[in-house]
DNA sequence: ATCATAAAATATATTTTGTTTACAAAAGTA
DNA sequence: TACTTTTGTAAACAAAATATATTTTATGAT
C-alpha cells in the first residue's frame, strides 16, 4: 500500500492515547477503551496495533522507569506524534461534514 | 462470532450512501468517496465493503429501472438502516468526547 | 439481428488490520 | 529461593481492505 491508512481499532487506540496525555500505556489504554465502548480488548489485540502504529509514525514510546506499586514489568508509554494528531483531525473533520450530509440525523444532544 | 463492528473503510461508505441520499449506488459512492478524500477506491473494494454492510443490516439495496443514457448494466441503489445510522451516531459521538481531550488539538474551524 | 461499446456489478487473489490464545519478563513479597 | 503481580511479547488465525481481472446487462449503430 502506497500510504498507510489508519483502521478503525488503531484510530480507536490513538485517540485514546491523547487523551491519557502522559499516562498511556497497554493497560491504561485498555481500561480506557473498554470503559468508554462496552466492547472488551485484549492486552495482545492491543499490542498488536500500538505496535503498529509506531511503525507508521502515529506514536512514539519509551520505557517507563521501575515504579509500579506492586511489581511488574516497565510501562511502556506512548504518545501520539505530530502525524498522529493530524491523521486524527483529518478524520474527524471528514466525517463531521459528510455526517452533517445526512438528513434527519440528529449530531447533537 | 458475531461481527458487528464497522471497519475504517465500511463506515465511510456508510456516511457516503447516506449523504447521497437516494442517489447512491456503486459509481456515484465511488466518486464522491474519491472527489472528498483524495483516495483512489477501485469499484471491486467498494462492491465488497457494500457486500458486508448489507450483510450487517446497516444497509438495504434495491436494483433500479432500465434508465441510463447510454446502456449499462442496472444500479444498485442503497440506503442506510435505523441500525446504521445509530452506529454512525455512535462513532461519531465517541470519537468527538475522545478528540475533544486531546490537548493542543483545534477541532474547530 | 449482430456487433461494438458503455455502464455497472461480480469474482478472485493478496495484503493489511483485528482478535485470540498462550507465554515470557521484570519487579516486589515472603 | 519460590511466589505473585503487572506488564509486555509472540504466533496463529479471522476479518476487512485492496488490486486486478472478468462478466453481465443495456443501448445504439450498422
Redesign the interface.
Known amino acids: 500500500m502506497k500510504f498507510t491508512?489508519?483502521?478503525?481499532f488503531e484510530?480507536?487506540v490513538l485517540?485514546?492515547i491523547?487523551?491519557l496525555?502522559d499516562n498511556a500505556y497497554g493497560v491504561s489504554i485498555k481500561n480506557e477503551i473498554q470503559d468508554?465502548?462496552e466492547?472488551k480488548v485484549s492486552i495482545g489485540a492491543l499490542h498488536s496495533a500500538l505496535n503498529r502504529l509506531e511503525k507508521k509514525g502515529f506514536v512514539n514510546s519509551h520505557v517507563g522507569g521501575a515504579k509500579a506499586e506492586r511489581g511488574g514489568r516497565r510501562k511502556r508509554f506512548y504518545t501520539?506524534t505530530l502525524i498522529g494528531?493530524q491523521a486524527?483531525?483529518k478524520?474527524?473533520?471528514?466525517?463531521?461534514?459528510?455526517?452533517k450530509?445526512?438528513?434527519n440525523?440528529?449530531?447533537d444532544?
Open positions: 491508512q489508519l483502521g478503525e484510530e480507536l485517540l485514546t491523547g487523551a496525555q468508554k465502548t466492547r501520539i494528531q486524527l483531525l478524520n474527524y473533520q471528514l466525517r463531521t461534514d459528510l455526517i450530509l445526512i438528513p440525523i440528529s449530531i444532544r
